[in-house]
């Protein structure tokens, strides 16, 4: 008996230092430096409220309303945002159905550098086929169409790692008594499709049309709760316009 | 009974990473229903019943929104700008996707776009013509796409086809959405896209 129980505690051991290893392993580091940061061309600026309450709309397949906090806890890994947040406004319709059941949709005010109201943003994104927890790899398909009057439409399609989010945010909000987080987390989630971790962006009307352009989306927390989602947070759309190539 | 735990713990090792390794997303796919054209490329139907698969009307000055409580920005850039969202379906009646419909105007330049999103296969994005042609549909040009559109281009028709049957929770109508694909698109090394 005795040996079973000393297997049985070393069988949960063994997966508790595994998993700990993984989440706190050093060589899964954020990138620190976005690749749009040192560039010499011509760049926008777009922020936004990554909050689905300050949205226009954002829907998703409302279990975050009914789940069990186990089911909370599961889904937080492949997840961390669509998870745990309420579709706003409540009434708005949901995404159901099995095909779309891991995508979400936000539609929001993009603002300039200024903080003034720049344009437009739709924001649809789903759980990636790609995702692979064991090299930290948390992926999330998403794609965003811009439309801002003084410059014309963008469509932007991207792979986005919440990794970092998820260990350094998610997770400590989590464990925390509270389940919540609260401090400043800043970190690029674009990772591709782009050699150098970026967006592929694709200019559709405007001064842009035709236009081939990078892009990288990043995102800033202040307070993150494990029961109801992002509470305070910006997102930020960086996009980088060939100098040749704007009239 | 040491040895028994250290066991355990190179069990509990294996058994976390075999767990983490086999974890994988797997998104529901619906079998595509694509046709051959006579002339090359391959067309592909899409649909959006309305009222039913619309889950916003983004305009302003709207006395009703949809959904309720959708509160639209009032800023002046954004006075021309109406955007919808819907879900889509495919020839099927199988809601396979989200898309969205943007119509702006700005100055002389119209502009018509749809983005539509198959989580299971990618995404496409259509700059559509202003005027409609004979007939009542409007066309449009694929301008880009992720994953499984990422190397195809061609032209996409809207047309909006109003419901005749008499039956009481059929739709109004269908937004019927034609993509036709004609080729692959190129894409050079320039774009430092991931081979």
Do not use: C
């Amino acid at each position: 008996m005795k040996h079973v129980i000393a297997l049985v505690l070393g069988f949960f051991a063994g997966a508790i230092i595994f998993v700990a290893g993984l989440t706190y392993n050093p060589f899964m580091a954020d990138r620190a430096l976005s690749p749009l940061s040192v560039t010499d061309e011509e760049v926008i600026t777009l922020s936004f409220s990554n909050v689905p309450s300050e949205s226009i709309i954002y829907t998703n397949n409302g279990d975050s309303l009914q789940q069990s906090s186990l089911q909370g806890a599961l889904r937080l890994w492949k997840a961390p945002i669509r998870s745990t947040s309420a579709p706003h406004p409540i009434k708005v319709l949901q995404l159901w159905e099995a095909p779309i059941r891991s995508t979400e949709a936000m539609v929001t005010v993009m603002r300039d550098a200024r903080n003034q109201t720049a344009g437009l943003g739709i924001k649809i994104s789903s759980d990636s086929e790609t995702s692979r927890l064991m090299f930290g790899e948390t992926i999330a398909d998403s794609i965003w169409y811009v439309y801002l009057p003084e410059r014309g439409s963008f469509f932007i399609e991207q792979t986005e790692n919440y990794w970092p989010f998820v260990r350094e945010v998610a997770l400590p909000a989590w464990r925390s008594s509270a389940n919540n987080w609260r401090g400043s987390w800043l970190g690029d989630t674009t990772a591709g499709p782009g050699a150098l971790g970026t967006a592929a962006v694709s200019g559709g009307s405007g001064r842009v049309e035709g236009v081939r352009m990078n892009g990288v989306e990043s995102l800033s927390v202040r307070a993150y709760s494990a029961d109801g989602g992002l509470i305070g947070a910006e997102g930020r759309l960086i996009i980088e316009i060939p100098d040749a190539q704007v009239e | 009974m040491l040895k028994t735990f250290f066991m355990g713990i190179v069990l509990g090792l294996l058994a976390a990473a075999g767990g983490l390794y086999g974890y994988s997303v797997d998104q529901v796919r619906e079998a595509s229903i694509v046709d051959v054209t006579a002339n090359g490329g391959n067309v592909e139907s899409f649909h959006v019943n309305v009222p039913m698969d619309r889950i916003m009307i983004g305009a302003p000055g709207q006395t009703s929104t949809l959904p309720a409580g959708l509160d639209w920005p009032t800023d002046e850039i954004l006075a021309d700008v109406r955007a919808e969202m819907f879900k889509i379906r495919n020839a099927r009646d199988t809601v396979i996707g989200v898309a969205a419909r943007t119509a702006a105007k700005n100055g002389d330049e119209d502009v018509i776009d749809w983005v539509l999103h198959f989580p299971a296969r990618g995404s496409v994005f259509v700059n559509m013509d202003i005027t409609p042609r004979e007939g009542g549909y409007r066309l449009g040009e694929i301008r880009a796409g992720s994953r499984e559109f990422s190397k195809l281009h061609g032209f996409m028709t809207e047309r909006w086809v109003a419901n005749d049957s008499d039956d009481e929770d059929a739709p109004t109508g269908h937004i019927e959405l034609v993509a036709t694909y004609v080729g692959e698109r190129e894409r050079g090394n320039d774009e430092g896209l991931v081979e």
